[in-house]
């Protein structure tokens, strides 16, 4: 197996965690930071192979969250370049969640109810879900036009609103005049949107989280290759840009060392910066 390796570090002095050491040359910055070091492995593996190879061996596949880290994770694969390398972006295919966050609204398991219809969801680029008249859901792209079903927060709980709408428009509509877009907790609640319908489909609240990264930093660059993913759920890099493809194809990678950004347990490294 052949590694080559490539060292990025992030240097931040927040002001909550600003530590001020005296040294002989004067005053400097104690950094809270991480260090992130990539690491190209010729072993060609599929996605999720390769993400437990990065997570046994390593911290996890790459991830970049700027320009700056995708020229260094370029820079570890080097001698890859005009070939195809997996990175730890990937499309969460699994994450649906309404759009109403409220706590107390769901009872234990309502907030996980679903009623897809037959082979669905096929998730891809439709991240937004639709009702159609037989009360079974579609997923379908969030831009697409369609009426839409609100909850009021009082009697009557669900109002339909016949204009056509994206699903975003659809969510700010309803947050303004009601409370939010309609989830559905149960068969209850199903049917009685279902009973409510004239159109051939209405949008509920139901979406999903798209692109993450494999160690759940946030997703606050993006550098596809044809501007936007193609809809396939799993990302690689070739020549510096991304492309997705099918998760089974076997591919070289880039794992990671470092920290991982998880808000429910975040890890640092300190390091105070020499003089120059």
């Known amino acids: 197996m052949h590694t080559h390796t490539h060292t990025h570090t992030h240097t931040i002095c ?19 930071g991480f260090i992130r070091t990539y690491t190209l492995v010729e072993v060609p593996l599929s996605w999720s192979n390769a993400q437990r190879f990065c997570r046994t061996e390593y911290t ?42 409220e706590e107390g609204y769901y009872d234990a398991g309502g907030a996980e109810f679903r009623m897809w219809g037959a ?40 109002i339909v609103v ?14 303004e005049h009601y409370t939010d877009l309609a989830s559905v907790r149960n068969n209850s609640d199903n049917n009685q949107i279902k009973d409510l319908l004239s159109a051939e489909y209405t949008w509920i609240g139901l979406y999903r989280d798209s692109w993450k990264w494999s160690d759940r930093s946030p997703v606050s660059f993006t550098n596809w290759r ?42 640092w490294k300190r390091f105070h910066i020499k003089p120059g």
Not at 15 to 32: M, R
Not at 119 to 125: A, Q, R
Not at 164 to 173: F, G
């Open 14 to 32: 927040p002001e909550k965690l600003k530590y001020i050491f005296i040294i002989i040359t004067g005053l400097w910055c104690f950094s809270v």
């Open 60 to 101: 996890d596949l790459a991830t970049a969250e700027n320009k700056e880290e995708m020229q260094e994770l370029v820079d570890a694969g080097r001698r890859w370049y005009g070939g195809h390398l997996w990175i730890g972006l990937y499309d969460d295919i699994h994450s649906w969640r309404w759009s109403m966050d």
């Open 119 to 158: 082979s669905e969801p096929s998730n891809g680029n439709e991240k937004c879900a639709l009702m159609f008249l037989a009360g079974t859901w579609h997923d379908i792209s969030c831009q697409t036009k369609a009426p839409f079903v609100c909850y009021n927060g009082a009697s009557p709980r669900f």
């Open 162 to 175: 016949s204009e056509v709408r994206t699903w975003p428009e659809a969510q700010s509509y309803c947050r």
């Open 226 to 267: 044809n501007g936007k993913p193609g809809g396939l759920p799993c990302v690689l890099t070739h020549k510096g840009q991304w492309e997705d493809r099918r998760c089974d194809i076997k591919l070289f990678f880039v794992c990671q060392t470092g920290e991982s950004s998880d808000e429910d347990e975040t890890h």
